[in-house]
């Protein structure tokens, strides 16, 4: 039987009754209320995270110089760099949101991690966030050069959410060529356009992800002509040239169902693939740190040691 953590499940009833009301007033949802909204909750229940030097510099890239944040934690190794793709449904978010978060990520592995400031909808739709990141990976070695900071220009792509969407989209392009990713981490990540799995439906009202806001975040995202379909991750061609992957799904999250198959893809085609499924966590979970702090540190120390193991 499933069984929502208790303290999500008190938080969730005072969520779900604002949202009701938002719905019968007609509030109308926008890129600034969201934006605001994830920032807020990122705010209220994380905390600040661990003491270390970050600076900001320039990648460049055929149509934006991509503006990142570099994490440098104390005694990093440099055989491999993080490259991290935040979330927010490719709308919301920020590198400043996701400063906390990020240097939890960078203190477990015990490396320089580079948040990337990629555009987002609805003013740049589309493959916009996929080419910034791609710029990012192709072009963080002279960038960290200027910078003086060590590396083997080598990288680990992670990300959550729509972040994880991203990373996953870059990967699957990367494929064809002779890259130097050495392993992906998705987070919750949205990996079906479609919206076609099981989870939608199935945790798609009441777990603060709902799939109405789903649609519209795609909604805002593709304003052209693209075919969702072959957009997505989940429905693209599976090499055994992906990299190793960790994937991290919630039972409440109505993306569970295509990380899952994503991963079976994975396995199908012989990439290594290790899984974390938190059973009583819904997405997000991570920006909610301080109602589930077992669960925040659990995936933190997995993802630590998922990367040394890559060494």
């Known amino acids: 039987m499933r069984q929502l953590n208790i303290k999500l499940s008190e938080w969730l009833e005072t969520v779900n009754e604002q949202v009701a009301l938002h719905k019968a007033q007609g509030v109308e ?10 920032a807020n909750l990122t705010r209220t229940y994380v905390e600040p995270g661990p003491e270390m030097p970050a600076s900001e510099t320039l990648v460049s890239g055929n149509k934006y110089n991509v503006p990142v944040r570099i994490y440098l934690p ?29 240097r939890r990520i960078a203190d477990a592995c015990a490396r320089n991690l580079v ?9 740049n739709p589309h493959p916009a966030g996929v080419e910034d990141l791609l ?25 959550d959410s729509g972040g994880g969407a991203i990373t996953a989209a870059v990967t699957r392009l990367l494929q064809h060529e002779q890259h130097n990713i050495t392993a992906q981490v998705l987070i919750y990540p949205s990996l079906d356009y479609t919206l076609s799995m099981p989870s939608v439906v199935e945790n798609g009202s009441g777990y603060l992800l709902e799939k109405e806001k789903i649609d519209w975040y795609f ?18 061609e599976f090499t055994k040239n992906l990299p190793s992957t960790l994937m991290i799904t919630a039972e409440f999250c109505p993306l569970r169902d295509e990380g899952i198959a994503y991963g079976k893809k ?4 012989n990439v290594p693939l290790e899984t974390l499924h938190l059973e009583d966590m819904i997405h997000t979970f991570l920006n909610l740190e301080s109602l589930v702090p077992d ?9 630590g040691e998922f990367v040394r193991k890559l060494d």
């Open 74 to 102: 104390e005694n990093a190794a440099t055989d491999t760099t993080i490259i991290f793709c935040h979330g927010g449904g490719q709308m919301s978010g920020s590198v400043s949101v996701y400063d906390p978060i990020c």
């Open 219 to 236: 909604d805002n995202n593709f304003q052209g002509a693209e075919n969702r379909l072959s957009c997505s991750p989940l429905h693209g």
């Open 266 to 269: 994975l396995r199908e085609v």
């Open 29 to 38: 949802a926008t890129p600034i209320s969201a934006r605001e909204g994830l």
């Open 135 to 159: 710029a990012v990976v192709r072009g963080l070695g002279p960038a960290l050069d200027r910078k003086s900071v060590a590396h083997q220009n080598r990288w680990i792509l992670m990300g």
């Open 295 to 303: 669960a925040c540190a659990k995936v933190y120390r997995h993802i």
């Open 115 to 123: 948040s990337v400031d990629y555009r987002r909808s609805p003013e």
